[in-house]
């Protein structure tokens, strides 16, 4: 299973900027998807999940700006990042696991068995 994330780069605040994570070898976005970001020195962070149905859930921070989405026929999850800030600066990664809903566990780290290689995401002010 493979995951390959883009769509990262340099983005001013208020900006807005698209990441994709695009599935190879088994159809991920049939599973639940999560994307996760990091910043160095901290741990990861959930960002947002989807699962088979197209739920969704989000980490608060990201509530009302980030849009998590998804595209069965090209098995690649999108996240939207609108009205960034400099604090949304840090690597982005996706992530799946072969369960079909992601619950309430959606933003656990350990609840994933595939990860990207991340994507970064610079916010200036």
């Known amino acids: 299973a493979q995951l390959v994330e883009s769509g990262g780069g340099s983005v001013q605040a208020g900006g807005s900027l698209r990441l994709s994570c695009a599935g190879s070898?088994?159809?991920?976005?049939?599973?639940?998807m999560a994307w996760f970001r990091q910043t160095p020195g901290k741990d990861l962070e959930a960002v947002a999940s989807i699962d088979r149905d197209a739920r969704t859930s989000y980490a608060d921070f990201a509530q009302g700006r980030f849009a998590i989405s998804k595209d069965n026929a090209e098995n690649t999850m999108y996240l939207q990042m609108s009205s960034v800030k400099p604090e949304d600066t840090a690597m982005y990664y996706c992530?799946?696991?072969?369960?079909?809903?992601?619950?309430?566990?959606?933003?656990?780290?350990?609840?994933?068995?595939?990860w990207g290689q991340g994507t970064q995401v610079t916010v200036s002010s």
């Open positions: 992530a799946s696991d072969r369960r079909y809903w992601c619950g309430d566990g959606w933003n656990s780290v350990k609840a994933y068995d595939y």
């Open positions: 070898e088994y159809p991920a976005t049939t599973y639940c």
